[in-house]
């Protein structure tokens, strides 16, 4: 889908980032007349966004999934708030995995209810191809098929997962 706002997310093929505003409980992209109507530039909007995404995330609990030898694989951050995906902008993300995923994480979004967060180092995200693509295929509302990278240099997409 082509939006008339949207912002590069660096290393990515398909997804960006766009403006949008909650109307009536639910995520609306704005159109260039709207945007510019706020009066802000965009990395004032992206700072707000942040600071909305921090109080998001405030509300969430990890589930992480272990393998049989209890060492962590991935977590999983689901809500039913339509806001979910974007918590990922929020400074606390990385401080929320720190200590059991490391500094550097591997993020896969399928949809605007989940997120599954990978530890960098010694990652088999890529493993997980069927996973994410099934949740991204069983939704209304789908997300991406991109694996980000988050570190604190930032968010990049580092590749596509694999239709099974």
Known sequence: MKHEVSYPIPGSVRAVLVPALLKDGEPVCMSQKEFKALGVDWPAFLQSARDNASAELKKLTPDYTRDRKK??????????????????????F????????????????????????????ASNYADYSPMISTAYH???????????????????????????
């Open 71 to 92: 060492v962590i694989e991935f977590a999983t951050l689901t809500s039913n708030n339509p806001l979910n995906a974007g918590t990922i902008l929020s400074p606390d």
């Open 94 to 121: 990385l401080k929320m995995f720190a200590d059991t995923l490391g500094p550097k994480l591997i993020i896969a979004i399928p949809d605007r209810y989940t997120i599954y967060v990978f530890p960098a180092l």
């Open 138 to 164: 069983a939704t209304s509302y789908p997300v991406s098929m991109e694996a980000y990278e988050l570190s604190d240099q930032g968010l990049k997409s580092i590749g596509i997962y694999q239709e099974p």
